[in-house]
């Protein structure tokens, strides 16, 4: 039974460590952290084991004895080290690491990542309801991230591919016995619609305003409708209930993703995604899949991204609409570009304009998907090849493929961007993608024109994915070419206008 707690009783592994080795010494960092926060033995133990049912760890069932061996140096097995981290996180407001309790990370196997959940609709409801209410509680604090870690390689793309398995029965909310199998359902078919068209709202401000603006309200929204979850509904509701419950998720990981608290984004995404396999919905599965799949771009780890982008289109190659596909594809072209792979990534970008030549409006699309418009598509296929040309050392030739790709996406973010519910964001990454491509093209003085544009819009929005690009690319055109005039002028405009001691983002 590997990685689980190695202690015995009777049989049934109980909380656990490494075993008693002669040379331990009492954990002072630990019980530093302990004797601060007020707990006895008895009550940490029960916080942590009422946290394992949680995660779904049943195997693990700590009480006093254990504790004081922790103490006393014993060094506990996953997940206790990250159970740990999390309690006393939220009992002080801010973060204590694995290492600041003077326990060693361990290597984390696909069952203790955090990622590899129990597929089932009552946990999926506990789960989602515990996560959000931390990060309400801890955000109130100001506690900008969580304990967790992030999932890569095998450990994240393995529990995933158990998305494809199918439900054992029709979404039904959670029975935790007699008393609350009778509690009544209090949810009016008006009242259901208003969530839903609550989720479509939440979009439009992200896409206005940046993930930093309304995430607190998003993940406040989630809550409430997984107390929503808990109460008797009919299947139909119920499918419906989970399909917002997923929508909300992946805005709340997507926010989070954009304001950098990368870990919590990967939390609200693997747990969208099992809101989205509740619901029966596997086009959204799929979109949910695209994001991770992104997210992992961003991290350096294209072959995983890769994976989740073939696990999306293979889970809904027979409901997604051409839409959908044409975005996956699209995605598909940016793994393959940051894995060096040019031949699969010109296919990729053919078969991503090709099935969105497809769309119409008589496909019924839901609003999770319509933002893929003809200016993300260029958007998605200009990143590819401006990529692209990265991997392949600076190359002028895909940098001058990229180029009109880049040009139309940012003619038609900035058409867009006039309008009250523009995607301001969104134009905003486009020009200084645009930047980028130019200096590739070693045009300093046309990147820091079009960089210059972007620096109005990344002070409006709340967006620390778009702070950071402008910054990193115009510190690449200072590195290339810090003698141009038009280089030094816009360095200093962002200096004086988005300091690097700027206030965090509100999240």
Partial sequence: ??????????GVPVGGGNGGSADKRPNASLGSWFARSGWSKGELARQVNRRARQLGAHHVSTDTSRVRRWLDGEQPREPIPRILSELFSERFGCVVGIEDLGLRPAHQSPSDSGVDLPWAGPQTVSLLSEFSRSDLMLARRGFLGTSLSLAAGPALVEPMQRWLAPAPAPAVPPQAGPDRARRPARLSQPELELLEATAVMFRQWDAQCGGGLRRKAVVGQLHEVTDLLQENHGPNIARRLFTVAAELAELAGWMSYDVGMQPTAQKYFVLALHAAREAGNRPLGSYILSNMSRQMIHLGRPDDALELIHLAQYGSRE????????MLYAMEARAYANMGQPSKCHRAVRMAEETFGECSDADNDPDWIRFFSEAELNAENAHSFRDLAYVAGRSPTYAGLATPFMQRAVDLFGA?????????????LNLIGMATVHLLRREPEAAADVAGKALPLARRIRSERVNNRLRKTVS????DYGDVRAVIDLSEDLAQQMPDSAEPLAV
């Fill in 1 to 10: 039974m590997a990685n689980q707690e190695n202690s015995w009783n009777g």
């Fill in 476 to 479: 690449t055109a200072v590195r």
């Fill in 319 to 326: 409901s997604a609409t051409a839409r959908t596909q044409a």
């Fill in 416 to 428: 867009e961007a006039e309008k009250e519910d523009g995607h301001h964001r969104s134009y905003a």
